[in-house]
């Protein structure tokens, strides 16, 4: 590790500190349909969008209606998806002449862009023609991210509201996300990467002549605009098979940290807008201390195994970092970084290779999915992800002073505590029940590059992925089968709906209630004291699950390393 390293970590960091509270108090006047500098001209786009839809921003919802728009939408939007897919071949905008995507990786990836997950068992620029690239891999980047809001907000309007029976309107918070937050940021961001250097043209792939006369192809494309929303989204599907690692997805150093940054950015404002809308921004800045603990931990462990070097090669006297897998423009630092920021955010874009990192520096990206990625996590489902923690702090803190748990004034009682440990356990119950059938299914097992432990955790990784709606992987494993392509289709969809059904669940239950003022016997959870119950409650309940697993793959590799030994 080096002084420098460190001290890029902490310009990201301060950088996304400092974007919290004007991106979060934009994004709260946003929800609560306030003007905005956007206004007139979003305005008249957005009402003739409800008339259209036969909605209205003054119609709300209760919450088994929210939901039920939620997965009709989603429906729609995996059908579409699908037969764009499947028919590429005879659609226009494709100049490549890609022919239809196969039925079984049709399916995994139209589930995967729904569910803001974006695993990609393809290379986009071999597979996927431009219209798909854009008609439909991109217009699910911005709407799985819209859904993801939304949710998130509607979670926050059951602790703001009381005594009521709706918590918004799917329509309108989706529509709103799209017009204001999602679509004007990342028109800027796709002129900032053009002007970097990324590709933006319908134009044909490029034909060269390399330095020894051989011809080679250039895969080009409308690829700013899919990388301004991949990123901005936390979807992470890349327009190229190598992802953030290909210069034109991520040119230089500033690309580097513009995307990283655009990966945190609303995730983090999130917590500021929960501080809004409850009316107490401690509170908002308790839940964004909890995340940053987390992520700095996860980053110097990271950073200090990849800084470190395998033993392996050092025992061949070769000294320094492990830069396997890493691209020499990033540096070790800014690998490591990446791939914290990725997994904790559920965006799934890589500037390395996740498989060469030390099995120490690859055990912090698949811990950050395990724990549900609510570190910052995915725009809005690491929100909601991590209130489905509090719920649990707060019960435990109530077990513990011997009263019933209160948080922001509600009563949290024996249905709240049970859908959030549903949300919760149903995760690991997806990870852990697909690896352990992947890891004896011969089909399966002759998928993974590597034999031992490291095999295992290739396929851990890609569940644990999958799961967590996140999309990274281990590249040591071949995703595009029959086995896999199902699988993680289903675990994908796992991880997205049975989470939102219990967070919705939750917020109809809360918005309900009646606000209780707060006692001597309240237990503060604004303060430092919060801050380490909910982090420990959170590292508990997932070592607990997960602990078995882990020790079979990377920490076995790890202590076979020290000892000279490989698999």
């Not at 891999?137 to 993801?148: D, E, I």
Request: proline share 4%.
């Amino acid at each position: 590790m080096t002084l420098n390293g460190w001290l890029q970590i902490l310009v990201y960091c301060g950088i996304v500190v400092l974007l919290v509270k004007p991106l979060g108090g934009y994004m709260y006047r946003v929800f609560n349909g306030d003007r905005t500098f956007l206004s007139p001209i979003f305005g008249p786009l957005e009402r003739g969008l409800y008339r259209i839809s036969g909605t209205s921003e003054r119609e709300e919802q209760h919450w088994t209606t929210y939901a039920a728009g939620i997965m009709f939408f989603s429906l729609a939007s995996f059908l579409v998806l699908y037969f764009l897919q499947r028919l590429q071949g005879v659609l226009p905008y494709n100049p490549a002449g890609m022919t239809a995507v196969e039925q079984n990786l049709a399916f995994n990836t139209a589930v995967s862009f729904v569910t803001n997950t974006n695993w990609q068992n393809y290379g986009g620029e071999g597979t996927m023609s431009y219209l798909v690239q854009m008609a439909g891999l991109t217009v699910q980047n911005f709407m799985s991210a819209a859904v993801g809001i939304a949710i998130a907000v509607a979670l926050i309007r059951g602790f703001a509201r009381a005594s009521v029976k709706s918590i918004g309107n799917f329509w309108v918070d989706m529509t709103r996300c799209t017009l204001y937050i999602l679509l004007p940021l990342c028109i800027v961001l796709t002129l900032v990467y053009v002007w970097l250097g990324m590709p933006q043209t319908l134009g044909p792939y490029v034909n060269a002549t390399t330095l020894e006369g051989a011809q080679q192809t250039i895969a080009v494309g409308p690829v700013a605009s899919q990388i301004a929303i991949k990123m901005l989204g936390t979807n992470g599907g890349g327009f190229f098979n190598a992802n953030a690692a290909h210069p034109f997805e991520n040119p230089d150093a500033i690309s580097n940290l513009i995307q990283m940054v655009t990966i945190f950015a609303l995730g983090a404002a999130l917590t500021n807008v929960f501080g809004r809308m409850v009316g107490n921004q401690r509170q908002g800045w308790a839940i964004l201390a909890t995340m940053g603990v987390l992520f700095i931990a996860g980053v110097a462990v990271c950073y200090w195994a990849e800084a470190s070097g395998n033993p392996l090669v050092h025992a061949l006297g070769i000294d320094g970092g492990n830069m396997e897998g890493k691209e020499s423009r990033f540096g070790i630092a800014m690998s490591a970084l990446f791939a914290v920021v990725t997994t904790a955010a559920s965006c799934g874009a890589v500037n390395a290779m996740h498989d060469s990192f030390t099995a120490i520096g690859g055990l912090i990206p698949m811990v950050n999915m395990q724990l549900g990625e609510v570190i910052v996590g995915g725009v809005g489902a690491g929100f909601y992800g991590i209130l489905m923690f509090i719920v649990v702090a707060v019960f435990v803190a109530g077990l513990m002073v011997g009263r019933t748990p209160e948080y922001l004034g509600k009563k949290i009682e024996a249905k709240e505590v049970k859908m959030a440990m549903l949300a919760i356990l149903c995760l690991p119950l997806a990870m852990l029940t697909f690896t352990a059938i992947a890891a004896v299914l011969p089909s399966a097992v002759a998928s993974i590059a590597n034999s031992g432990p490291h095999g295992f955790s290739e396929i851990l990784y890609a569940y644990t992925s999958a799961a967590a709606n996140n999309g990274s992987a281990f590249g040591g494993l071949t995703g595009n089968t029959p086995w896999y392509n199902i699988t993680l289709g289903i675990t994908m969809l796992m991880g997205r709906f049975l989470v939102i059904i219990p967070a919705l669940a939750i917020a109809g239950s809360l918005v309900a209630k009646k606000t209780v003022p707060a006692s001597a016997g309240t237990f503060p959870t604004d303060g430092p004291l919060f801050v380490g119950l909910l982090v420990g409650v959170i590292l508990i309940v997932v070592g607990l699950t997960f602990f078995p697993a882990l020790a079979i793959g990377p920490i076995v590799e790890h202590l076979a390393m020290i000892h000279g030994q490989t698999f």
